[in-house]
């Protein structure tokens, strides 16, 4: 049994985990060549879904910070639904993705503006044969390919309306921009998965843990547990919460978690990892703590 204990102000859910004495999924053919591909293509229809929404509304460093807050928590639970838990096709995917959701949006601008382009140039057509040679002038030129779509929109300029004024990044500058708005996708993601995969995966059963119970502890029972577990607590601790997570089919080891406040303010918890005589004793004691509450209420 080991257990660690943190004194962090404020308590969030991911300071009590911690690698469990499992490691992470194996590779499988299904986890790269249909979880991966099926991630790449989400992030193509968000890609899609960003650029028709940001022709609209895209505020500066706001939007690809929702774009890749999106595609984080889309790929998060995609690694939990389907119980994909090894951990280098989960960066892949990331990866992959945001360059996905990020050239997705330069790729469907280039495909509008070609769109736009032939549209014209057929309307220009028609009102010549109407008009014949009434009607002067000539169109931009049409985009030769994807590559030559983004020089000619870094040469002509970027607007960006920032809270100090409008401004133009045109040539270098333009490039710059848009790499700063794909490492704004790509950090959301990045975090957001770095927390999920912090949590352990059980290799024998190939589930992520996840909590199966939790709830408030009154004083005795934390003392009770802290004991039992050989917990350092303070006397004056108390106001506690627990949780117990174990991967789908409970295999041992099962992760419990402890948190609890010590004067003058401070959060603290700890998670230990049990095995199956220990587990049964913590379940024993929070049911008799459950009962007592009852039986008082
Ligand atoms: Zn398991």
Request: aromatic fraction near 10%.
């Amino acid at each position: 049994m080991s257990n660690r204990s943190t004194a962090r102000q404020p308590l969030t859910d991911e300071t009590t985990e911690k690698a469990a004495p499992v490691g992470g999924g194996r590779s499988t053919w299904w986890g790269v060549c249909l979880w991966l591909p099926a991630c790449v293509g989400f992030a193509a229809m968000a890609a899609w879904a960003a650029f028709a929404v940001g022709r609209h509304f895209s505020p500066l460093l706001v939007f690809p910070l929702a774009v890749g807050l999106v595609v984080g928590a889309s790929l998060v639970a995609m690694t939990r639904l389907f119980q994909m838990g090894h951990r280098p096709t989960a960066w892949l995917a990331v990866g992959l993705s945001a360059a996905a959701v990020v050239g997705g949006q330069h790729y469907f601008s280039y495909r509008a503006a070609v769109a736009e382009a032939d549209r014209q140039s057929e309307q220009f057509q028609k009102t010549q044969a109407a008009f014949g040679d009434l009607v002067q002038g000539s169109l931009p030129p049409r985009p030769a390919g994807f590559v030559d779509y983004l020089r000619a929109e870094a040469k002509s300029g970027r607007p960006l309306k920032t809270v100090f004024g409008r401004c133009t990044a045109r040539g270098a500058m333009a490039w710059l921009a848009w790499a700063v708005d794909g490492l704004l996708v790509l950090t959301p993601a990045v975090v957001m998965m770095r927390f999920a995969l912090r949590r352990p995966f059980c290799r024998r059963c190939g589930s992520w843990y996840a909590p199966r119970r939790g709830g408030q502890l009154d004083d005795r029972t934390i003392r009770r547990l802290a004991g039992e577990f050989n917990l350092s607590l303070n006397d004056a601790a108390g106001g506690g919460h627990y949780r117990l997570i174990c991967c789908n089919q409970g295999c041992a080891p099962s992760g419990f978690s402890l948190s609890w406040e010590e004067p003058p303010g401070n959060a603290r918890s700890s998670l230990v990892w049990l095995d199956d005589r220990q587990l049964a004793r913590a379940v024993e004691i929070l049911d008799e703590a459950r009962r007592a509450t009852d039986s008082t209420t």
